[in-house]
């Protein structure tokens, strides 16, 4: 049965009152002792392990309905919002978790896809076969759902949900976090990765939790699922809190926009969803004179970019200049070979490309307009074509 996130977790387990951050073991002193280690004496008194006390309880998740748990996550920051602020998030701009905090609702909405929402609901599905899994790869670990939001004590707004809770033997703790993706990007997660979005999310929670020791599985398949740790670090710790603090005391309550960062694509798709389409009718904007330095400095690197072009289509247009006589050799063939008077074999490929297939929408139209009217999709914005020049005074 789905809970307040989509998952199973409020049937599968419930609020636990747990001191995860405790240090009682042996394994986990020794985890202690090595990220002390390698600290720096500013982030061992900012995170202070020694006078951690645990988390916050903000509450039971389990005793929210779906609408209140997105309500509440419009306050809070949760593990997942944590890259965007870095411009680390593949999903989110800095921007977007801004309007997000903020109430702002976008003027020209993202469609869900039947696409998205299968994608979504598989990683729900998903969870529960990793716990399985999870309880069979580690046979001899209490495999812990734990239903309750935990807050960064004095930070109420940095939250964490976690996906579950593994007690060795020893009763030391390890933070599980759980990830699907597709097998493309399977060597993302090699020889021991974990991408960039996720490590500031299980980093944000083993800091609030005070947990030394965190294992992200992600589920490609049925049979493929790779399970990587990470260990704490004091000093990175301290930077995400403080980019946290500095977004949220700085931005969110204020009402000031951050600057944007991250892939310019993804930001300007931000500012067209939150400014709305172009409006041709609108009167010409003033800039200040920072602007105009920007506009020489745009208009060097344009230069540039233009005299990159010119040289790479010459190069290209030579390339395809000495394709022809292979062309001419290879006939219908795909594979030809080749060898050298030095004796290099040349192994030769000339690969057919599948133009797409396509809808001839004039007969269509014509032949059945009803079904035409009813499949069209008009045409809307979908990017903006920057220029610039001088003009003379």
Known sequence: MASYDGTNKSSAGGAQHLPYWEIKTEYTKNLYNEAMGMASQEAVEFCNPDGYNGPDIEVDASTLTSDQWQARRANHL???????????????TNLDLYYAKTGKQPLVPEEETAQSRLNKIWG?????????????????????????????????????????????????????????????????WENGNIPIPYIYQVRTYMAILGVWECVVVCMFDRDTLIANTIKRDLDE??????????????HVIPHIPPEPIGAPEATLKTIHKYAGDADKKAPSVALGA??????????????????AKRTFDKLDEECKDMIVPFAAAMGKSVLAETVGTDGTRWLLKYSPRMSRASVDMQKLEALYPKAYKDCFIPQKESSRVFTLKAAKS
């Open 237 to 250: 710790e301290m930077r995400i809190i403080q980019g946290c603090d500095e977004f949220w005391m700085n």
């Open 124 to 188: 729900h599905i998903s969870e529960e076969y990793v716990d399985a899994w999870l309880s069979e790869r580690y046979p001899y670990n209490d495999i812990i759902t734990d239903t309750n939001i935990y807050a960064m004590p004095g930070k109420p707004y940095i939250t964490a949900n976690i996906d579950r809770m593994m007690r060795k033997p020893d009763g030391s703790y390890c933070l599980v976090e759980i990830k699907t993706t597709s097998t493309f990007n399977r060597s993302e």
């Open 290 to 307: 920072d602007f105009a330095e920007l506009c020489e400095k745009y208009s060097e690197k344009k230069a540039q970019r233009d005299a």
């Open 78 to 92: 949760g593990g997942s919002d944590i890259s965007a602020i870095f411009g680390e998030n593949h999903f989110k």
